[in-house]
């Protein structure tokens, strides 16, 4: 019922500040719980946190909150990541995606994904 595109990676330098950006179409977005997910090469796919279907809640894993924070924009059905102070272990593919109701930390209680976008943070 959504597709989600994620757009804004690319090359940066360790303590760089970087959004990402989420763009959902399709129908019923203002229904979804968005997740971020990241996963590096050789590396299962890493919860990094949620945030509830009005905006009004969010979640972030633990040791991450600090440098993550996740938003949404339902009138242009977006979701945005702001990761601050970027690191050489933060290179990976960072993920959207959606699951209906409530926010869920698991990636496999997800329902659609987009397809991610590229950080690599140069030492």
């Known amino acids: 019922q959504v597709q989600l595109v994620e757009s804004g990676g690319g090359l940066v330098q360790t303590g760089d500040s970087l959004r990402l950006s989420c763009a959902a179409s399709?129908?019923?977005?203002?229904?979804?719980?968005v997740g971020w997910f990241r996963q590096a090469p050789g590396k299962e796919r890493e919860f990094l946190g949620t945030i509830s279907k009005n905006g009004q809640r969010t979640y972030y894993a633990r040791f991450m909150e600090d440098r993550f924070t996740i938003s949404r924009d339902n009138a242009k059905k977006m979701s945005y990541l702001q990761i601050s102070l970027m690191k050489p272990e933060d290179t990976a593919t960072y993920s959207c995606?959606?699951?209906?109701?409530?926010?869920?930390?698991?990636?496999?209680?997800?329902?659609?994904w987009g397809l991610g976008t590229q950080v690599t943070v140069s030492s």
């Open positions: 399709g129908r019923g977005f203002e229904d979804y719980a």
């Open positions: 995606a959606v699951v209906d109701g409530y926010p869920r930390g698991s990636p496999l209680e997800y329902d659609y």
